[in-house]
C-alpha cells in the first residue's frame, strides 16, 4: 500500500498503515531467500550504486523478501488459527510445483527501490492457495485484501521526500541481466517493523514440491 504524493517524488516508506503501532505485529505469508547467492549478488550490485545517496535504508540480505498475503495483526487471532492456517495452506499447496522466476532489472517506486519479478502472475496459484487456505480457516470475509498486489523484490525503502532522478541515475550505472531462481517454498511468518526495518521469525514453512 502506498500513501499518496506524485510519482516523479519519493516518499517516506515507514508511515503508520492502517492498524500499525509500535511494537504491533503482523502474521503474514512471505517468500524469503536467505539461500539464493544469485539474487543477494544482484542486490549487492545495487545496492552498492545507492549507497552514497541519501534518504534510503538498505535491506540486509537476511531480510530481503516477497510480501505475498497477509493474515491478522497478531493480536487479532488465536495460535490455533494460525496453525489452521498452516495446515490448511500445507494441503492446498500439496500439488504445487516449485515456480521459476526471472528477477530483475531494478527500478524506483516512490517509497522503494525494487526488483522487478516475472513472469507475470507465476506466483498467482501460490497466492491464491494461501488466500483459499486463510478462508478455509478464517472464512471469505477476513482474508485481507492486498491493494494492487504485485510480486517484487524491494530492496531499499525511502525514509523521506525528495526527486527520484537521483536513484533512476544511479540504478542506471550498474550493468545487470536479470537473474533466474525458483521459489520452493512459502513462509509463514511474525512480522514487525519498528526500526526502518521489517524484521520477523518464521513461525511454518510450506514447501512447493508438489
Known amino acids: 500500500m502506498s500513501s ?39 542486490v549487492r550490485s545495487y545496492q552498492a550504486a545507492l549507497a552514497p545517496l541519501p534518504g534510503l535504508d538498505l535491506i540486509p540480505m537476511r531480510w530481503l523478501h516477497l510480501t505475498m498475503q497477509g493474515i491478522a495483526f497478531t493480536d487479532e487471532v488465536s495460535l490455533q488459527d494460525v496453525a489452521d492456517v498452516a495446515e490448511a495452506a ?7 510445483q516449485p515456480v521459476a522466476l526471472s528477477v530483475g532489472p531494478a527500478a ?14 507465476a506466483l498467482d496459484p501460490v497466492r491464491t492457495g494461501i488466500r483459499t487456505a486463510i478462508a478455509d ?8 485484501e492486498a491493494e494492487n498486489w504485485t510480486a517484487h523484490i ?12 537521483p536513484y533512476a541515475e544511479a540504478l542506471s550505472t550498474v550493468i545487470q ?4 531462481l525458483t521459489v520452493s ?13 521489517y524484521r520477523w521469525t518464521t513461525k511454518a514453512e510450506i514447501l512447493l514440491s508438489g
Not at 492502517?18 to 536467505?34: E, Q
Not at 541481466?177 to 533466474?180: E, M, Q, R, V, Y
Open 185 to 197: 517454498a512459502v513462509h509463514l511468518i511474525e512480522l514487525s517493523r519498528d526500526t526502518h526495518l
Open 154 to 165: 524491494s530492496i531499499a525503502y525511502s525514509n523521506s521526500g525528495g526527486p527520484v532522478t
Open 137 to 144: 480457516v478464517e472464512g471469505a470475509a477476513r482474508v485481507p
Open 90 to 96: 500445507r494441503k492446498r499447496l500439496a500439488t504445487q
Open 4 to 42: 499518496a504524493g506524485s510519482p516523479d517524488r519519493m516518499r517516506d516508506h515507514w508511515w503508520w498503515r492502517p492498524g500499525w503501532r509500535a511494537g504491533r505485529r503482523m502474521y503474514t505469508w512471505h517468500v524469503t531467500f536467505d539461500d539464493q547467492p544469485q539474487l543477494h549478488k544482484l
Open 108 to 121: 524506483v517506486d516512490p517509497e522503494a527501490i525494487m526488483l522487478d519479478v516475472s513472469p507475470a502472475g
Open 177 to 180: 541481466t536479470p537473474i533466474h
